[in-house]
């Protein structure tokens, strides 16, 4: 596979994978809106991200969009040219003698602007990873807060809608690697889903067209998930046969909580169903500087060494379980902090 193709520079910027409607006028976090795209919520577009440099811009974010809008189609020579560039920064680093920067995919939750998923992209990066993101459209509205159980039906609604795109984004990003990793050395590829982004998962995963698309990740994380933790079981055993599987929990997460109200039981904040031997549990409730964190890898990663440990080592595809501060507790079937 010839990597010496036109020359991208993807080192150290976002790659945001979408299916969101665009607006090509815009160059900043405007670039994608809230809805889903008008040509079909399958169609697929691609854009790099970085943090404005300019002090005097009022925006965050400095976008270029690689595809063309007015033309989808998720087989689309950027998202093919882009996922190159990835591999070629890789061997790059080898050919450099330094050690190649891994690489995370990363697909968010409810009530996110593009702007809130781009930070948590950066706050991912801070464990040193380049990240991907599938950036998918759950801030649909009505924003007024006391309309926010509408505005998360309606989100739920999208995150159906989504998963031929999920689909197609996987399909193609783990199709180019295994080209890749056939004809190469092998890469250090790892895949986090965050809260709501865990049902798009499950959509998907239980959906008759899944065809093994995680097996390209060392490691699966489902981080505090808004997901039914009943029967979880179910559609996680499929993931367990193509990654090393890890599930956080938080039986205090204040986020998941307001979700309860109006759902069973959650993944990601039900300690008492840890029920697969194959998948990992961790149980983050009551560790130091936990709290009701909705995202331990932020500020409890930050101020914990064991959940920050944890972190970086399923980030970076090794395993959670060797991270120090941990114990396993048979009778629960979860690894809890010490």
């Known amino acids: 596979m010839d990597l010496r193709a036109k020359n991208m520079d993807v080192k150290g910027k976002i790659i945001v994978v979408s299916n ?36 005097q811009s009022a925006s965050n974010w400095q976008l270029e969009l690689l595809s063309n809008p007015a033309n989808p189609s998720y087989r689309k020579p950027k998202l093919f040219e882009t996922f190159k560039a990835v591999m070629r920064q890789i061997e790059q680093d080898r050919a450099d003698g330094a050690k190649p920067v891994n690489w995370l995919v990363f697909t968010h939750g409810f009530n996110q602007s593009l ?56 399909e193609f990003f783990s199709t180019y690697v295994n ?76 986020v998941l909580a307001g979700s309860d109200v109006v759902n069973p039981n959650r993944l990601g904040n039900s300690s008492d169903n840890c029920v697969m031997q194959q998948a990992k549990y961790f149980d983050f409730t009551d560790g130091e500087g936990v709290g009701v964190s909705h995202r331990p890898w932020f500020t409890p990663g930050k101020s914990n060494p064991a959940v920050g440990e944890f972190f970086t080592k399923v980030l970076n595809g090794h395993r ?12 629960k079937n979860y690894y809890e902090l010490g």
């Open 320 to 331: 959670g379980e060797h991270a120090d501060g941990w114990q396993y507790v048979p009778a």
């Open 179 to 254: 080209q890749f990793q056939s004809a190469h050395c092998e890469v250090n590829l790892n895949f986090i889903v965050h809260s709501l982004g865990n049902f798009l998962v499950e959509e998907f995963v239980k959906s008759s067209t899944y065809d093994n698309e995680f097996k390209v990740f060392s490691n699966v994380i489902l981080h505090q998930g808004d997901a039914d933790s009943y029967q979880h079981e179910l559609w996680v055993a499929k993931i367990v046969n193509d990654a090393r599987v890890y599930i956080t929990i938080n039986d205090k997460d204040y």
């Open 115 to 170: 702007d809130k998923n781009l930070r948590k992209c950066e706050e991912l990066a801070s464990y040193g990873v380049n990240v991907i993101t599938f950036s998918w459209p759950s801030n649909p509205g009505p924003q007024e807060f006391w309309l926010k159980h509408k505005e998360y039906q309606r989100a739920v609604k999208n995150a159906k809608r989504s998963v031929v795109a999920f689909e197609r984004f996987l």
């Open 20 to 55: 969101r409607n665009v607006d090509k006028n815009r160059h900043d976090e405007g670039l994608f809106g809230d809805d889903l795209n008008p040509k079909g919520s399958e169609q697929l577009n691609i854009a790099l991200a970085q943090r404005e440099t300019d002090p």
